[in-house]
């Protein structure tokens, strides 16, 4: 695997779901493969989960890591060609991305949407130039429109729990074990959350990419003017009416996302209205009652009380941390796929 954006890349999903569980195993089973070998994982955004779990990836694949905070320590980098450059900007990104390149194997990078203009976010303008002038294999950290080990990771968790009849309390927070019924096909819910700041839709989108391609019946809720873009979409069920759409679910997938300017371009990256307006899309009690306890996910971090209340994410159908470990095997999965093929 020469680049890691697409659900397409990874190949037949049975397969890749196969080998993540086989690494899941013995994590450290692929140890020589990447001796000598080094990462690099470059950040123009923040990340905890990324950060650490890419990390730990490529330690169990025996590789040598290097972080970059591009925004602190590095010089600031100007994107754009053509620029006479007397601002701040002290280095362009065509020389910084080749210099990179010259120390490493393969590239992770961590780019967000950044809300400027929506065509330049949706050609992926900045991950398109590692891809081009870096020289290596380059897997997505989350880009401008997706977040691809976020989205298998959420694969591999709806994988793990879709036939758990026994939910045991989580242990941090207590409460009463829980006994649900599964369904033969899942009942899957991407669920659009009020939040004050304007969030990418790299996560709605990827989710929903690997959502289609993956054996579910899949369901997306939001409200008027929050339409992702229909590749992404694709023959996904859009419910305007979120307690209609949590009905029967077994697993509700909470995000926030900013308006994609789908129906509305002029609206690109916004937060429609005022978010108060919003409040009964938070994630509570009252929307998980119409669910076949539904098993509750979110990528993270998540706003408390906005997102979702305590009571669910505390509930034993929670599982955003067992979510968050998975993104450890999907990510060792990524790196073992691009390092059989350099
Ligand atoms: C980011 C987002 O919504 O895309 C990262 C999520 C993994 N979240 C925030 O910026 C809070
Ligand atoms: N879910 C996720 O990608 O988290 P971070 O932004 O902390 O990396």
């Known amino acids: 695997m020469k680049i890691f954006q697409h659900v397409s890349d990874i190949g037949n999903l049975k397969q890749a779901l196969q080998e993540a569980f086989d690494i899941k195993e013995n994590r450290y089973k692929y140890q020589e493969l990447g001796k000598n070998k080094t990462a690099m994982l470059i950040f123009f955004n923040n990340s905890l989960r990324t950060r650490l779990s890419t990390q730990k990836a490529a330690l169990n694949l025996g590789m040598n890591v290097i972080v970059?905070?591009?925004?602190?320590?590095?010089?600031?980098?100007?994107?754009?060609?053509?620029?006479?450059?007397?601002?701040?900007?002290?280095?362009?990104?065509?020389?910084?991305?080749?210099?990179?390149?010259?120390?490493?194997?393969?590239?992770?990078?961590?780019?967000?949407?950044?809300?400027?203009?929506?065509?330049?976010?949706?050609?992926?303008?900045?991950?398109?130039?590692?891809?081009?002038?870096?020289?290596?294999?380059?897997?997505?950290?989350?880009?401008?429109?997706?977040?691809?080990?976020?989205?298998?990771?959420?694969?591999?968790?709806?994988?793990?729990?879709?036939?758990?009849t026994l939910i045991e309390p989580n242990p941090l927070f207590g409460g009463n074990p829980i006994i649900r019924t599964p369904n033969k096909r899942p009942k899957v819910v991407l669920s659009?959350?009020?939040?004050?700041?304007?969030?990418?839709?790299?996560?709605?989108?990827?989710?929903?990419?690997?959502?289609?391609?993956?054996?579910?019946?899949?369901?997306?809720?939001?409200?008027?003017?929050?339409?992702?873009?229909?590749?992404?979409?694709?023959?996904?069920?859009?419910?305007?009416?979120?307690?209609?759409?949590?009905?029967?679910?077994?697993?509700?997938?909470?995000?926030?996302?900013?308006?994609?300017?789908?129906?509305?371009?002029?609206?690109?990256?916004?937060?429609?209205?005022?978010?108060?307006?919003?409040?009964?899309?938070?994630?509570?009690d009252r929307q998980m009652a119409m669910t076949n306890h539904a098993f509750f996910m979110h990528c993270l971090p998540v706003r408390r009380n906005m997102i979702v209340t305590d009571d669910v994410i505390e509930a034993p159908t929670s599982i955003v941390i067992p979510e968050a470990a998975n993104r450890e095997i999907s990510a060792t999965v990524v790196l073992k796929r691009m390092l059989e093929a350099l």
């Open 192 to 284: 659009w959350a009020p939040h004050p700041r304007a969030l990418p839709q790299a996560v709605p989108n990827s989710f929903a990419e690997w959502m289609n391609a993956a054996d579910v019946d899949f369901v997306i809720t939001h409200p008027e003017g929050y339409e992702l873009d229909p590749l992404f979409v694709g023959d996904a069920k859009v419910e305007y009416d979120q307690m209609r759409a949590f009905e029967g679910a077994d697993f509700i997938y909470a995000k926030n996302w900013s308006c994609p300017g789908v129906t509305r371009p002029e609206d690109y990256g916004k937060v429609l209205g005022d978010y108060h307006d919003y409040a009964d899309w938070t994630v509570s």
């Open 68 to 164: 970059l905070d591009v925004n602190q320590g590095a010089w600031k980098l100007e994107t754009e060609r053509g620029v006479i450059m007397e601002s701040d900007k002290s280095e362009h990104l065509l020389e910084a991305i080749p210099v990179m390149g010259c120390y490493c194997d393969i590239i992770g990078v961590r780019s967000f949407a950044r809300f400027e203009s929506r065509k330049d976010d949706y050609e992926e303008k900045i991950l398109q130039q590692f891809i081009q002038y870096s020289g290596h294999p380059v897997f997505f950290m989350e880009s401008a429109t997706v977040h691809p080990l976020q989205a298998f990771a959420d694969l591999i968790t709806i994988e793990e729990y879709k036939d758990k």
